[in-house]
């Protein structure tokens, strides 16, 4: 058995969906030994077995969610699906298997309904929010789901199916350190990253005391005690009358 869970906000969405006929028309029910299209409520606490449309069960499941209208997600959702190995369920066993996994996942005093819509496998669907507010907040839901599933496997004789590694979830002291590790490395590299600057800083500076040390005066400057060379004696070749080409 194959537990695949999911959230929501709006019984009335998913609960269109259950009762639908299917993208390609593959959700069927039989009722009096007719197939029928759509699905039925198999199984509840609400008294809505038989009921083939949602509104009332999806009503009864939002008057307790708008006890507690802050809580994100309240709707919680589980299909269970045997493998093709497996018999078909009654649904009356579909029923006596959804109260067990309802007891212990701990939602059995939350309105809840299961909808059956095809052969092998069946739709619960939970408002984690009680009739009195109180919140079943669901924490290791597939953990706890899988362990459910297996207890069921057993006492009903059906085949075990591949259970998916749920990793377990890290406690908050673990998560802490990972961050304030992973803080300490981004100090450790901007301090990394300041200590170059100022040794690059402090490189350029000594260049340049260097090189003042070097060339105290800009070029074309008078240095002081340094004579100043003689003029440049500028040679003029003799003038020449232009009309004669004689020497004056």
Same mark, same amino acid.
């Given at each position: 058995m194959i537990a695949n869970i999911t959230r929501g906000r709006n019984p009335g969405d998913i609960g269109a969906y259950l009762h639908g006929v299917g993208k390609a028309n593959? !959700? #069927?029910?039989?009722?009096?030994?007719?197939t029928r299209p759509g699905g039925i409520v198999i199984a509840s606490n609400l008294g809505m077995e038989?009921?083939?449309e949602p509104?009332?069960?999806a009503g009864e499941l939002r008057k307790a969610l708008n006890t507690r209208a802050e809580i994100k997600n309240p709707v919680w959702h589980v299909s269970l699906r045997?493998?093709?190995?497996d018999r078909v369920l009654s649904d009356a066993e579909w029923a006596d298997m959804g109260q067990s996994f309802a007891e212990d996942l701990g939602f059995a005093e939350h309105p809840w309904v299961m909808?059956?819509?095809?052969?092998? !496998? #069946?739709h619960l669907v939970v408002s984690r929010i009680s009739d009195l507010g109180e919140v079943w907040h669901g924490?290791?839901?597939?953990?706890?789901a899988q362990s459910a599933c297996t207890r069921l496997e057993r006492e009903h004789g059906l085949e075990q199916a591949?259970?998916?590694s749920v990793q377990p979830k890290q406690s908050v002291s673990v998560e802490r350190e990972q961050a304030r590790a992973q803080g300490l490395a981004l100090v450790s590299h901007r301090a990394a990253q300041e200590a170059e600057r100022v040794a690059a800083q402090k490189l350029l500076e000594e260049h340049w005391r260097i090189h003042r040390a070097s060339f105290p005066y800009p070029p074309g400057t008078r240095v002081p005690g340094q004579e100043t060379p003689p003029a440049r004696r500028v040679f003029r070749p003799p003038e020449i009358d232009r009309d004669?080409?004689?020497e004056r």
């Open positions: 593959e !959700h #069927v029910y039989e009722f009096g030994g007719v038989g009921q083939t509104s009332r069960w045997n493998t093709a190995q909808v059956r819509h095809g052969a092998d !496998h #069946v924490r290791n839901d597939r953990r706890a591949p259970r998916r004669q080409g004689i």
